[in-house]
């Protein structure tokens, strides 16, 4: 019972933890800038403002996504196509099919120096 009500409270302390991070924000190239700007438009409303997550989707401020794991052409794909869940329970992306191809290197770009300043690399 004690230990239960450990698991408990570290479980607890762990995800109110998660909840008051904050990303540090970089000083953005211009390509990134533009990126920032098609990332509001297209996918905060599942990733968040700063890309640390919502109820509807993941965080790309996470070490699944850095890219070792995740490459450049992985990113634009899920963009492009969609992703079948499989690394988290949040059910798939859809394909963004509002984001055009050449706003796709922009979006990429602005994931990177975001995750870099994060210390995702
Ligand atoms: C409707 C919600 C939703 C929107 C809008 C959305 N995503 Fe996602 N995204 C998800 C979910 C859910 C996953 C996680 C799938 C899994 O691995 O379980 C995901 C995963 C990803 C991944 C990881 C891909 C992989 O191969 O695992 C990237 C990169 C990504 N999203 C980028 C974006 C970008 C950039 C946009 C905007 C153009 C966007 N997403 C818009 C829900 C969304």
């Known amino acids: ?3 239960l009500f450990i698991c408990g409270l570290i479980y607890v302390m ?4 998660l909840l008051a991070q904050q990303a540090y924000i970089p000083d953005f190239s ?6 920032k700007k098609i990332f509001q438009e297209n996918c905060v409303q599942c990733h968040g403002e700063t890309a640390l997550g919502t109820d509807l989707g993941p ?3 996470h070490p699944f996504y850095r890219p ?3 490459n450049d052409a992985a990113l634009r794909r899920a963009i492009k196509k969609g992703v079948m869940p499989h690394h988290w329970a949040f059910g798939p992306m859809p394909a963004i099919e509002t984001v055009k191809d050449e706003e796709i290197p922009k979006l990429v770009l602005f994931i990177r120096e975001l995750q870099r300043a994060n210390g995702i690399k």
């Not at 762990?14 to 933890?17: A, K, L, P």
């Not at 211009?30 to 990126?35: F, I, K, M, P």
């Open 1 to 3: 019972m004690k230990k």
């Open 14 to 17: 762990n995800h109110s933890s």
């Open 30 to 35: 211009t390509l990134a800038l533009d990126g």
């Open 59 to 61: 965080p790309l401020l």
């Open 68 to 70: 070792g794991h995740h």
